[in-house]
């Protein structure tokens, strides 16, 4: 069965530290990976994409295959960073999208 | 709006009634979504629209869960009988197509409570 697994539900870290949120998948075919965020009493919103290969908000993951994982990483965490994180997993030949429980980031001053 | 827009925002239900939601997806968007969140929890998959047709309705829990998109374009999630159980935030998304890497917009979500 298809799953994602973020082990950490809260991660703090202090203004200006590196930040690494994990997530690992499971799914033996070709993976679409996302990550999701939702900053207090908004939406939640697309992140980053693993197809884009980009940095959003200095933010970037890299999907690695071997490892089943899609790691969010930051090397300078800010305040405003402050925000729920989900990992996303869609499988090919399907529409859903399989969400992790959620990493709960706060950037302490 | 731009976005994705969900109502009503809060609903109290008593336990044996039964409750609609309602989802106005962004104009022009083919795919629709129905997500289900408890508390602590990620988003579980629902049920899936393209334009009027319901291709996926697996993860609805139980026979009292309908959802309907008659026109393609709003969509209503129902819920007969409430439980206990159903309390939870149910939200919306909606995509312009179903293809690869699509991103999905999420709506606010509708809070439930039921008592």
Known sequence: AQRVTQPEKLLSVFKGAPVELKCNYSYSGSPELFWYVQYSRQRLQLLLRHISRESIKGFTADLNKGETSFHLKKPFAQEEDSAMYYCALRTSGTYKYIFGTGTRLKVLA | ?115
Do not use: M
């Open chain 2, 1 to 115: 709006g731009a976005g994705v827009s969900q109502s009503p925002r809060y609903k109290v239900a008593k336990r044996g009634q039964d409750v609609a939601l309602r989802c106005d997806p962004i104009s022009g968007h083919v795919s629709l979504f129905w997500y289900q969140q408890a508390l602590g929890q990620g988003p579980e998959f629902l049920t899936y629209f393209q334009n009027e047709a319901q291709l996926d309705k697996s993860g609805l829990p139980s026979d009292r869960f309908f959802a309907e998109r008659p026109e393609g374009s709003v969509s209503t999630l129902k819920i007969q009988r409430t439980q206990q159980e159903d309390s939870a935030v149910y939200l919306c998304a909606s995509s312009l197509t179903d293809g690869r890497n699509t991103e999905a917009f999420f709506g606010q979500g509708t809070r439930l409570t039921v008592v």
